[in-house]
């Protein structure tokens, strides 16, 4: 018999070990992923918090034999407190974004990855210059990481005067790529972020001395989402024993109406009751049965309001329409958004827009050229496995709507919730969930009937100036 040898592995030699799951699989998909993780941050840092995005992206070559990558993103946004910084780019699994509000990052994962790799690749460490609005200094930081205790590792930090009311965020970092290969994904991820920021200045310099501009059209941003609590529906024993331990609340009433959404005084009361559970209790004498027969109570209880949908952000018609026009100058263009819906208790919101004709290229044979997006985040890989992609080719009859492929037509679908059911951490394809996909399959009818209006109407008056001519 061999002998096992057990032992632990923090989570950055984790995501050092299978890389591939987070997306880094190879130097091209490696250096797509960190310009996406760099300028998803970037832009969270600005929209979500109603400043009007300015991102600039800087990729270099930066040795003259090998194939590394300095890869440079600046933004306009909030900045970072110094005393943040070295976790947020040096701990595995650390986040200001672990609350209920929609944002592109969730994970608390992306930078870090992109940092590890550089570790592995070039041995670079990352650099940070950041600056809060209210702040005079301005910080400097050289960041690596400690693998094995998932730490941060300062190498170097200084500071300096602000000479101008700067504010945001600038990181650099050099990782092994393969920029031949990963060019036309990252011009394209460019592109398509582009495409639902109209209302954002994005500008990107490319080894090959290229320089692509998206000026900004708009001044219409998407609402920010708002934090919100949790919702009863989405509940369970391990949530409530956290949320009592880490809270100061005397009695299990004030419990639930602090740190529910919905939940009321006189709800609270009721369910309490429904649990037989005194509401003057003292939450953290309360046994485990108790807490299971609250729980049980509250998922089974049919008179709460459905969860809140302030913490999620759409892009909304007016900046659907304004993408899609500065990027194909169609000859028709709209977009609806859906109401808010629910799935497992978790707020969504399905957006759809259509272009057609003008600049619009011409679609595959089978279906439009599909632009999905779940969270403002292009996603471009495995468009198969995604359920927009399946709900647009099996369950939407295109000639109902006048539309046979191939054809110049854009659609475009934003699935945005405070949890996307993506299939994995590299964000590339959501699951199957039969609520989102109802939703999608009405938003998409929706439009392509107001595209159907206009090639009737088109129709129509072709056919009356026929009669007038002859
Ligand atoms: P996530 O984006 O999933 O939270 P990351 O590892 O990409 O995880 O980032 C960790 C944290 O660092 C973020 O939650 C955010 O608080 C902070 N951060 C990263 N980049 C920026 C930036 N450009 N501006 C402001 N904060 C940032
Ligand atoms: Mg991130």
Same mark, same amino acid.
């Given at each position: 018999?061999?002998?096992? $040898?057990?032992?632990?592995?923090?989570?950055?030699?984790?995501?050092?070990?299978?890389?591939?799951?987070?997306?880094?699989?190879?130097?091209? *998909?490696?250096?797509?992923?960190?310009?996406?993780?760099?300028?998803?941050?970037?832009?969270?840092?600005?929209?979500?918090?109603?400043?009007?995005?300015?991102?600039?992206?800087?990729?270099?070559?930066?040795?003259?034999?090998?194939?590394?990558?300095?890869?440079?993103?600046?933004?306009?946004?909030?900045?970072?407190?110094?005393?943040?910084?070295?976790?947020?780019?040096?701990?595995? &699994?650390?986040?200001?974004?672990?609350?209920?509000?929609?944002?592109?990052?969730?994970?608390?994962?992306?930078?870090?990855?992109?940092?590890?790799?550089? +570790?592995?690749?070039?041995? *670079?460490?990352?650099?940070?210059?950041?600056?809060?609005?209210?702040?005079?200094?301005?910080?400097?930081?050289?960041?690596?990481?400690?693998?094995?205790?998932?730490?941060?590792?300062?190498?170097?930090?200084?500071?300096?005067?602000?000479?101008?009311?700067?504010?945001?965020?600038?990181?650099?970092?050099?990782?092994?790529?393969?920029?031949?290969?990963?060019? !036309?994904? =990252?011009?394209?991820?460019?592109? *398509?972020?582009?495409?639902?920021?109209?209302?954002?200045?994005?500008?990107?310099?490319?080894?090959?001395?290229?320089?692509?501009?998206? $000026?900004?059209?708009?001044?219409?941003?998407?609402?920010?989402?708002?934090?919100?609590?949790?919702?009863?529906?989405?509940?369970?024993?391990?949530?409530?024993?956290? =949320?009592?331990?880490?809270?100061?609340?005397?009695?299990?009433?004030?419990?639930?109406?602090?740190?529910?959404?919905?939940?009321?005084?006189?709800? !609270?009361?009721?369910?309490?009751?429904?649990?037989?559970?005194?509401?003057?209790?003292?939450?953290?004498?309360?046994?485990?049965?108790?807490? &299971?027969?609250?729980?049980?109570?509250?998922?089974?209880?049919?008179?709460? $309001?459905?969860?809140?949908?302030?913490?999620?952000?759409? &892009?909304?018609?007016?900046?659907?329409?304004?993408?899609?026009?500065?990027?194909?100058?169609?000859?028709?263009?709209?977009?609806?958004?859906?109401?808010?819906?629910?799935?497992?208790?978790?707020?969504?919101?399905?957006?759809?827009?259509?272009?057609?004709?003008?600049?619009?290229?011409?679609?595959?044979?089978?279906?439009? =050229?599909?632009?999905?997006?779940?969270?403002? =985040?292009?996603? &471009?890989?495995?468009?198969?496995?995604?359920?927009?992609?399946?709900?647009?080719?099996?369950?939407?009859?295109?000639?109902?709507?006048?539309?046979?492929?191939?054809? +110049?037509?854009?659609?475009?679908?934003?699935?945005?919730?405070?949890?996307?059911?993506?299939?994995?951490?590299?964000?590339?394809?959501?699951?199957?969930?039969?609520?989102?996909?109802?939703?999608?399959?009405?938003?998409?009818?929706?439009?392509?009937?107001?595209?159907?209006?206009?090639?009737?109407?088109?129709?129509?008056?072709?056919?009356?100036?026929?009669?007038?001519?002859?």
């Amino acid at each position: 018999e061999t002998v096992e $040898k057990y032992k632990a592995i923090s989570p950055a030699e984790f995501f050092y070990k299978y890389k591939e799951i987070a997306g880094f699989a190879n130097p091209a *998909r490696a250096l797509y992923q960190t310009v996406r993780e760099l300028v998803e941050n970037a832009l969270d840092a600005t929209d979500s918090h109603g400043i009007l995005p300015d991102i600039k992206v800087v990729i270099q070559r930066a040795d003259p034999v090998q194939e590394f990558y300095r890869v440079t993103v600046e933004d306009n946004g909030i900045g970072i407190p110094p005393d943040i910084v070295p976790n947020a780019f040096g701990r595995v &699994l650390f986040s200001s974004k672990y609350v209920l509000r929609q944002t592109r990052g969730m994970y608390g994962l992306g930078v870090k990855m992109a940092v590890l790799y550089g +570790q592995m690749t070039t041995g *670079r460490p990352i650099e940070v210059i950041t600056s809060k609005r209210e702040y005079r200094r301005i910080y400097f930081f050289k960041i690596r990481i400690d693998i094995n205790k998932n730490e941060p590792v300062v190498l170097e930090r200084g500071s300096w005067r602000k000479q101008r009311d700067w504010h945001g965020t600038i990181v650099s970092l050099t990782i092994e790529g393969d920029w031949g290969k990963a060019k !036309a994904r =990252i011009k394209e991820y460019i592109n *398509r972020t582009a495409t639902v920021t109209p209302y954002a200045n994005i500008v990107m310099y490319t080894p090959d001395n290229e320089v692509t501009l998206y $000026k900004r059209v708009i001044e219409t941003m998407p609402r920010p989402p708002k934090e919100v609590k949790p919702h009863p529906y989405g509940v369970d024993l391990e949530m409530l024993k956290m =949320i009592i331990e880490s809270g100061k609340e005397p009695t299990i009433l004030e419990v639930l109406v602090e740190n529910f959404q919905s939940v009321g005084e006189v709800t !609270a009361k009721d369910l309490l009751s429904k649990a037989g559970i005194d509401p003057s209790s003292n939450p953290r004498n309360l046994k485990e049965d108790d807490l &299971l027969r609250l729980i049980n109570t509250m998922k089974s209880y049919n008179q709460f $309001k459905p969860p809140s949908s302030s913490a999620i952000s759409p &892009l909304g018609v007016e900046v659907i329409k304004a993408g899609l026009t500065r990027m194909f100058e169609p000859e028709f263009v709209d977009a609806v958004t859906r109401k808010p819906s629910t799935y497992e208790g978790h707020p969504f919101i399905v957006e759809a827009g259509i272009a057609y004709g003008g600049k619009v290229p011409l679609s595959e044979a089978d279906k439009p =050229i599909l632009l999905r997006y779940a969270n403002k =985040i292009p996603l &471009l890989y495995d468009e198969g496995s995604d359920v927009i992609t399946s709900v647009v080719k099996e369950d939407i009859a295109w000639d109902n709507y006048m539309v046979a492929f191939p054809a +110049q037509l854009v659609l475009l679908v934003h699935v945005c919730s405070t949890k996307v059911p993506f299939k994995g951490v590299g964000k590339e394809s959501i699951a199957d969930v039969p609520e989102v996909r109802r939703e999608i399959k009405l938003a998409i009818s929706e439009v392509a009937r107001r595209l159907r209006g206009y090639l009737t109407a088109k129709q129509k008056e072709l056919e009356t100036q026929r009669k007038v001519v002859h």
